[in-house]
């Protein structure tokens, strides 16, 4: 196998993968199914999006999953400030399983190679909160 390390940025290393997951009832799945054909056409619809899916579960049949691959964080936020994404996605995503949905691409195979890309994770990312100050010395996600 054959591995490259790239310095940021590589090849795909700001590209933003969303997944949320969501428990749905079988009573409540064809509705589900309607909202998440609304919410797929009108983020896909958004400057950026270069994919998405609804993914079922195979051994649970209440477990979905919604997928979109971004560009990057700046095009997935705005993206998500889009009034269509609003009234149409927002909704639906607010449904889902409270857990972390943003994973940013650090390894990626381009038919050739596996490439590496540096994370764009602050270094102290595990010790910093909201409205804390970070190091000055910390490189900024690109967007």
């Known amino acids: 196998m054959r591995v490259v390390n790239h310095p940021s940025p590589a090849p795909h290393a700001d590209?933003?993968?969303v997944v949320s997951r969501?428990?749905?009832?079988?009573?409540?799945?064809?509705n589900f199914l309607d909202r998440a054909d609304d919410a797929l056409v009108a983020?896909?619809?958004?400057?950026?999006?270069?994919a998405a899916s609804l993914g079922q579960a195979t051994d649970d049949p209440?477990?979905?999953?919604l997928r979109?691959?971004?560009?990057?964080v700046g095009a997935y936020r705005r993206a998500m400030s889009a009034f269509d994404v609003k009234v149409r996605a927002v909704p639906l995503l607010s449904t889902?399983?409270?857990?972390?949905?943003?994973?940013?691409v650090v390894r990626n195979w381009d038919g050739n190679a596996i490439a590496r890309a540096r994370t764009g994770l602050a270094a102290d990312a595990g010790d910093v909160s909201?409205?804390?100050a970070s190091g000055p010395d910390i490189d900024p996600v690109r967007s």
Do not use: K, M, N
């Open 15 to 17: 590209h933003l993968i």
């Open 22 to 30: 969501f428990r749905v009832l079988a009573d409540e799945r064809a």
């Open 43 to 50: 983020l896909t619809d958004q400057p950026g999006c270069l």
């Open 62 to 65: 209440e477990l979905l999953l």
């Open 68 to 72: 979109t691959e971004w560009p990057g």
């Open 96 to 104: 889902a399983i409270d857990e972390p949905s943003a994973y940013e």
């Open 130 to 132: 909201l409205g804390s």
